[in-house]
């Protein structure tokens, strides 16, 4: 079998792998919103419930694209490692970050773990900029989500001391 005729399986184990991480993040996240989260105080700029699952959705897609771009590269190089070791920690600690603030509603470790995220990301878009730089700039609407987040995170602690 010739590379290019694993190339529709790699796509599809690709988005296949960070839908599931967005699946289980939504097994916290989901039967929360009516419940717990439509109670807690939040900043005016929140945006509507309606919108966080179609931006998700994109942005793991996104995900599925950027990672499939580096495990199809033909060569390899010494970066290639690093950057799916990257691009997995970030994934669970998206997984993470739901099961701390809609799972446990520790608003304060989701802040702190949200931080984390960020950087290991920013980490991620580094390193694959080495290997495939259309699939770092796929990554950078979602460092940008997350710096919404963190944003956003803060003042849902500090409305809710």
Same mark, same amino acid.
């Given at each position: ?5 694993? /190339?529709?399986? +790699? *796509? ?7 839908? *599931?991480?967005?699946?289980?993040? #939504?097994?916290? %996240?989901? !039967?929360? $919103? ?13 945006? !509507? ?7 998700? %959705?994109?942005? &793991? ?8 771009? $580096?495990?199809?590269?033909?060569? /390899?190089?010494?970066? %290639? /490692?690093?950057?799916?070791?990257? &691009?997995?920690?970030?994934?669970? +600690? ?5 099961? +701390? ?10 802040? #702190?773990?949200?931080? #984390?995220?960020?950087?290991? +990301?920013?980490? %991620?878009? *580094?390193? &694959? ?11 950078? !609407?979602?460092?940008?989500?997350? #710096?919404?987040?963190?944003? *956003?995170?803060? &003042? ?6």
């Amino acid at each position: 079998m010739r590379q290019n005729d694993n /190339k529709p399986i +790699l *796509l599809i184990g690709s988005l296949s792998v960070c839908l *599931l991480a967005a699946y289980i993040g #939504s097994l916290f %996240t989901m !039967p929360e $919103i009516e419940n717990w989260y439509a109670f807690i105080n939040k900043p005016s700029f929140t945006p !509507p419930n309606e919108v966080f699952s179609p931006v998700w %959705t994109l942005l &793991f897609i996104m995900m599925g694209v950027s990672l499939f771009l $580096i495990i199809s590269q033909k060569k /390899k190089n010494k970066y %290639t /490692k690093q950057g799916l070791i990257l &691009f997995g920690c970030q994934l669970i +600690l998206n997984i993470l970050w739901s099961f +701390l603030f809609f799972g446990w509603h520790e608003i304060l470790a989701a802040l #702190s773990e949200l931080f #984390s995220l960020w950087s290991i +990301l920013a980490a %991620t878009i *580094l390193v &694959f900029w080495k290997i495939n730089k259309a699939a770092a700039y796929l990554l950078i !609407p979602y460092l940008a989500w997350l #710096s919404f987040a963190f944003v *956003l995170n803060f &003042f849902i602690v500090l409305a809710n001391r």
